[in-house]
C-alpha cells in the first residue's frame, strides 16, 4: 500500500514538472528586451527607449528577433548578446564575480549605514546637555559691579521710569 502511495504521488509530481516545463513560454522581442539596456546612452530598459527612431533600439531588436528565429531560449539569447554587447546590455548584473555581487550588495550596505548614521545623529541631539545658563560666567566679577554701580547712578536702572 505504501510503495503504492509513493509512486502515485511522483506520477503526479512527475505529470506537473512535464505540464509546468510546458507551459514556459517561447522568448519574445518584448521579453528579452524586459531585461537588456537600450546603448543609445539614455540609460532606460530597450522596451522603454526615450527615443523616436532610435538605431540602436531597432538594431537590437533585430538582433532578438534574429536570435528567436534560430530557435534560441532565453538564456542563450541573453548569453549572445553579453557575447556581442558586453556586459553593459543586461539590466541587471549577474550575482557572480565581486564586482556584480557588489553591484547587488552596496545599496543595501548603504541604506543600512544611513539609517544607523541617522540613529546616531538623533539620538546625539536629543541626549540632555548644559544649558547655557549653567555654563560659568566669562565676565570679571570687578567689571561687573562697576557696570551695575553706573547703571545705578546714571538712573537707568529704574523701573517705570520712562
Not at 531597432?58 to 536570435?67: D, H, P, S, T
Not at 538564456?75 to 558586453?86: K, Q, S, V, W
Request: with cysteine; proline share 6%; glycine share 12%.
Amino acid at each position: 500500500m505504501r510503495s503504492k502511495l509513493v509512486v502515485a504521488t511522483l506520477g503526479v509530481m512527475l505529470f506537473a514538472a512535464v505540464v509546468v516545463r510546458g507551459q514556459e513560454s517561447a522568448p519574445t522581442v518584448q521579453s528579452v528586451g524586459e531585461k537588456v539596456m537600450c546603448l543609445c546612452g539614455c540609460v532606460a530598459i530597450l522596451n522603454q527607449c526615450p527615443h523616436q527612431g532610435c538605431s540602436t533600439h531597432e538594431e537590437v531588436n533585430g538582433v532578438i528577433a534574429g536570435l528567436i528565429a534560430e530557435g534560441k531560449s532565453e538564456p542563450e539569447i541573453l548569453e549572445a548578446l553579453t557575447a556581442r554587447y558586453g556586459m553593459k546590455i543586461l539590466a541587471a548584473p549577474p550575482a557572480k564575480g565581486f564586482v556584480n555581487i557588489a553591484g547587488w550588495a552596496l545599496p543595501g550596505v548603504g541604506l543600512i549605514l544611513g539609517l544607523l548614521a541617522v540613529i546616531f545623529i538623533v539620538r546625539r541631539w536629543r541626549r540632555p546637555g548644559k544649558s547655557p545658563a549653567a555654563a560659568p560666567s566669562m565676565v570679571d566679577p570687578k567689571v561687573l559691579a562697576a557696570l551695575e554701580a553706573e547703571i545705578k547712578s546714571s538712573g537707568l536702572g529704574t523701573r517705570g521710569s520712562g
